[in-house]
């Protein structure tokens, strides 16, 4: 019974039988349309822990698949698209949690915009700050209990905007960039931006909270000079360094443009 119920998360069939009714209504067919189970996918090497997380949120309505390792995980999210989570160890035996989490972000498909749930048996503090600086949704550590990632599944998919949805204004508290008429403001104030400036912001924009060197940034906003050179990829920081002074209320302690050492810039999600 409880394989079969499972099963019947497409299409259920009620069939109604009334004695009273006339004979070509006798058997009156009612076909109600159930809404496909979320499908979450788990990456931690803990199997133990993995089965009863399984265990439990199947029977909330969700599908899980399991990965004991980043390579797994990553390899399903490419050739298995449709997850609508990631539950993502920090701790794998063959890759570090953030790394995986950056990786995920820096795709330039749907899967980049999949929530990433970290779960860590870490204590440091500094794992949960850079964890989400590097786009995760939410973090939970371990051990946990039961109801409250099953709590935290379900709001981040809340906050996940609905499929299709329109994303031609992208607000992020006083600024807005209109796509449509490739325009910004600050404050309902206009910025004066060129043309690559603005490319620049929206390739941000659209991945906030994801680090983006600069290469991937001359990927999605090449200009017209981009020929792979040295001299291009520094100028990708004065043409930051140049947003920032339209954007910012401080260039010298940014908020929206962060710069990470070593790895690029990351568009803050939250902001003033």
Known sequence: MRATSSRARSVAQLVLRTGDAPRSQTNLRVVATVAPMPRVLMIDDDARLAAMVRDYLAPGGFEVTLAGDAAQGLALLAVA???????????????????????????????????????????????????????????????????????????????????????DVLRFGRLVIDRDARAVSLDEAALALTSHQYELLVALAERAGRVLSREQLMDLAPGQSSNGDGAYDRSIDVHIARIRAAIEDDVRRPKRIITVRGAGYVFARQQD
């Open 81 to 167: 698209p449709g997850f609508e989570l990631v539950i993502l160890d920090l701790m794998l035996p063959d890759a570090d949690g953030l790394d995986v989490c950056r990786r995920i972000r820096a795709r330039t498909d749907a899967v980049a915009h999949v929530p990433v749930l970290m779960l860590t048996a870490r204590g440091d503090p500094v794992d949960r700050v850079l964890g989400l600086e590097l786009g995760a949704d939410d973090y939970l550590p371990k051990p946990f209990e039961p109801r409250e990632l099953l709590a935290r599944v379900r709001a981040v998919l809340r906050r996940r905007p609905p499929a299709g949805a329109a994303l």
